[in-house]
């Protein structure tokens, strides 16, 4: 089981560190995805991460900005998210495959973590 975690609330310009762990899995045999989804809109692909780090997957409008992780000793991804604009307030979900896409074809969903950005 997935579940993320570190949401809140923020204003523009600040920073928030994501983190998704597992309980009965061992990450590290996953690659593993965020994905977030503002209300309204579809799920969409922030990032990704190969499954020992060597490759990581940014959407354009995160470039720059959102940076994600891995510490397979802790069993935990992370999404450093810098300079947070409005427009990124979203549920946040991490996700599970065995191999990195940027698409929504992952296995395994965790329980989502809510962002909201301030103006």
């Known amino acids: 089981q997935l579940q993320a975690f570190g949401g809140g609330l923020v204003q523009a310009g600040d920073s928030l560190r994501l983190s998704c762990a597992a309980s009965?899995?061992?990450?590290?045999?996953?690659?593993i995805g965020w994905f977030r989804q503002a209300p309204g809109k579809d799920r969409e692909f922030v990032a990704a991460i190969s499954r020992y780090g060597a490759s990581t997957y940014n959407t354009d409008s995160v470039k720059g900005r959102f940076a994600i992780s891995r510490d397979n000793a802790r069993n935990t991804v992370y999404l450093q998210m810098n300079s947070l604009k409005p427009e990124d307030t979203a549920v946040y979900y991490c996700a599970a495959n065995w191999r990195v896409v940027t698409n929504a074809d992952y296995i395994y969903w965790g329980q989502g973590t809510q962002v909201t950005v301030s103006s």
């Open positions: 009965g899995r061992t990450l590290a045999n996953y690659a």
